[in-house]
């Protein structure tokens, strides 16, 4: 038994969560199951559905202490989206667990409110820095989840270059693509 088995609280929410999350570091998230979490803390999977009413749940908690981070982001909303983009891509499938959480509904909009807020400046977020927060976000997690499937590949020998390598040119063509989105559009005549 290790010391984080030892904790008093890995029984409640919050030490079931971090369970998870460190069972989505081991082992990725199509080997993340109740069954193999309930293992990890030494009980039957159906105490779990105690405090989560089934997997998307649990992985929705899992999504938000994912984002968490990013609640506190200061700056402009490309060092917000930037804190998100490391946020993600900090946890094996990160990307994945957050993205399929979004897809669903699920959890919290945290990274959504922060981008918002981050574009709307001193201001109350208006139904374009909303709409715009989006966009953006939708663009982080998905080149979030290209950069962690590219890396995965990269490990079995499935694609043609180093974490490194990978890491270093998707990063520019993440700063790139955010400078797009960033960047002031003219207006077309009849538009």
């Given at each position: 038994m290790d010391a984080r088995d030892a904790r008093p609280d890995r029984h409640t929410r919050d030490g079931i969560v971090d369970t998870a999350l460190a069972l989505l570091e081991q082992t990725g998230l199509p080997d993340l199951s109740m069954r193999r979490l309930a293992t990890a803390l030494g009980v039957q999977p159906s105490a779990l559905y105690w405090h989560f009413e089934n997997k998307q749940e649990l992985l929705a908690a899992v999504a938000d202490r994912i984002v968490e981070p990013v609640t506190d982001a200061r700056g402009d909303v490309a060092d917000v989206a930037h804190a998100l983009r490391g946020a993600l891509l900090a946890h094996r499938d990160g990307a994945e667990v957050v993205l399929s959480t979004q897809a669903l509904g699920l959890g919290s909009d945290a990274a959504h409110i922060r981008l918002a807020l981050a574009l709307a400046g001193d201001e109350v977020p208006g139904e374009d820095a909303r709409g715009d927060a989006t966009v953006i976000l939708q663009f982080i997690l998905g080149h979030a989840s290209l950069v962690q499937q590219?890396?995965?590949?990269?490990?079995?020998?499935?694609?043609?270059?180093?974490?490194?390598?990978?890491?270093?040119?998707?990063?520019?063509?993440?700063?790139?693509?955010?400078?797009?989105?960033l960047a002031p559009r003219p207006v077309r005549a009849g538009a």
């Amino acid at each position: 038994m290790d010391a984080r088995d030892a904790r008093p609280d890995r029984h409640t929410r919050d030490g079931i969560v971090d369970t998870a999350l460190a069972l989505l570091e081991q082992t990725g998230l199509p080997d993340l199951s109740m069954r193999r979490l309930a293992t990890a803390l030494g009980v039957q999977p159906s105490a779990l559905y105690w405090h989560f009413e089934n997997k998307q749940e649990l992985l929705a908690a899992v999504a938000d202490r994912i984002v968490e981070p990013v609640t506190d982001a200061r700056g402009d909303v490309a060092d917000v989206a930037h804190a998100l983009r490391g946020a993600l891509l900090a946890h094996r499938d990160g990307a994945e667990v957050v993205l399929s959480t979004q897809a669903l509904g699920l959890g919290s909009d945290a990274a959504h409110i922060r981008l918002a807020l981050a574009l709307a400046g001193d201001e109350v977020p208006g139904e374009d820095a909303r709409g715009d927060a989006t966009v953006i976000l939708q663009f982080i997690l998905g080149h979030a989840s290209l950069v962690q499937q590219r890396i995965q590949a990269a490990r079995f020998g499935a694609f043609p270059a180093g974490e490194a390598e990978i890491a270093e040119a998707m990063s520019a063509d993440f700063a790139r693509g955010l400078r797009m989105l960033l960047a002031p559009r003219p207006v077309r005549a009849g538009a």
